[in-house]
């Protein structure tokens, strides 16, 4: 049985054009930033827009078609899973 699941969906905006990079070995890597925007009440009772942004990083093929075709403002939908890393800057 799975111990867990880690899926996402999002929806939204890419708030600038993707950012495609190689590694030294010619793997693609696609960085964009991506707005997802939801309506919620405030405390007096209206609604308002509520933006989040998503750092998100394609890897591959679906990098390079990234890069390739989608341009700053585009709606997209970004399906996987969430990981965080971390590292050291030296």
């Not at 308002?48 to 394609?58: A, G």
């Not at 390079?64 to 075709?69: D, F, L, P, R």
Request: with cysteine; proline share 1%; hydrophobic share 40%.
């Amino acid at each position: 049985m799975a111990k867990g699941i880690n899926r996402v969906v999002l929806i939204g905006n890419l708030g600038k054009d993707p950012e495609l990079t190689h590694t030294q070995s010619g793997l693609a890597i696609a960085k964009l930033s991506l707005a997802t925007t939801e309506g919620k009440k405030n405390s007096a009772g209206a609604w308002e827009d509520v933006t989040e942004w998503h750092n998100v990083v394609l890897f591959g093929k679906t990098a390079e078609v990234a890069g390739a075709n989608l341009l700053k403002g585009a709606q997209v939908c970004i399906e996987g899973k969430i990981q965080y890393d971390s590292w050291d800057s030296d």
